[in-house]
């Protein structure tokens, strides 16, 4: 059942050194609060799960919190690459970083497999394409039924999965709403899981069509953080900052302003204060 949390004692009690983490949301609920957490408490050698990863993992891996990551696109969205990832993989700075690269579908499946307690995913991909070339995780098995032969990729369960949603009620249930990637997979294939909220309610409204209810006993710990997914976007609660996004780009490309920006607004600042520094930052980017 779910307990309802601060932000520190959470990722204390929920996200330990050496973990398999995912922190997962499409474009739209990022856990950006609970990635600062993460790194503000010096968790070490995580390897990273993620199918977009984006800024966030930038940070993380910028930072060394990261030993390694598995994902199926790593970028900035609409603005190029990842300069910290990139600088780990090509540079090993500030500690190397191991890579298992997967497509989208294949993240997707590994996913709902881990929900389903099953070993692997199966899969029609991966035809004609180079990424079984370079790792070892993509292999293939033929279907005892029809002979087909399939790709196969081993199941994600995380040690524990970190997202962002809208509401939760005092018993821990959670609502998302809007766009949702595989937030419901990833939290019901961890061992532990940690949802960050914009509202704790007495009551769920009743959900709309496109919306995932995780129920309280799916759930580890829930933490009110209003603002939690900033500089992506919570829908009905506030926008994306695209110029956010834009202003990364500059921010990471130097080490030495990247460390800057990471000791003043994430080393130096306070979890509570996280919705204050999401309004802040978009007054001055809007």
């Keep these: 059942m779910a307990r309802i949390m601060s932000l520190a004692d959470a990722v204390a009690e929920n996200v330990r050194d050496g973990d398999t983490v995912a922190m997962e949301g499409f474009t739209h609920l990022i856990p950006y609060a609970a990635g600062h957490e993460v790194i503000r408490q010096g968790r070490k050698d995580l390897f990273l799960v993620r199918m977009t990863p984006d800024i966030l993992y930038d940070q993380l891996i910028g930072v060394g919190a990261a030993r390694g990551m598995k994902f199926s696109w790593g970028g900035n969205p609409g603005v190029g690459s990842l300069h910290r990832f ?7 700075w500030p500690r190397p970083l191991e890579i298992e690269e997967h497509s989208h579908a294949a993240m997707a499946n590994a996913y709902e497999a881990g929900a389903a307690n099953l070993p692997f995913a199966m899969l029609r991909g ?7 070339k370079v790792n070892p995780n993509i292999r293939h098995v033929t279907c005892p039924f029809t ?9 994600i369960h995380p040690d524990v999965t ?3 949603a809208q509401r939760a009620d005092r018993k821990g249930n959670v609502l998302l709403e809007g766009i949702v990637g595989v937030q419901k997979e990833a939290v019901l294939a961890a061992k ?5 909220v914009e509202e704790i309610v007495e009551e769920l409204s009743p959900p709309s069509p496109n919306s995932v209810v995780l129920p309280t006993w799916a759930v580890t710990a829930v933490v009110h953080v209003p ?4 500089p992506s976007y919570a829908h009905g609660y506030y926008p994306r900052s695209n110029a956010f996004y834009i202003g990364w780009d500059e921010i990471a490309r130097d080490r030495e302003t990247f460390t800057a920006w990471i000791k003043e607004n ?3 600042a306070r979890p509570e204060d996280y919705a204050r520094y999401a309004a802040n930052t978009l007054a001055k980017v809007a």
């Design 227 to 230: 603002g939690g997914a900033f």
């Design 147 to 155: 002979g087909e032969v399939l790709a196969a990729v081993p199941a």
């Design 192 to 196: 532990r899981s940690m949802i960050t």
């Design 162 to 164: 970190i997202i962002h």
């Design 86 to 92: 990139r600088d780990a993989v090509e540079n090993q």
């Design 266 to 268: 994430v080393l130096d």
């Design 126 to 132: 991966y035809i004609g394409a180079d990424l079984p």
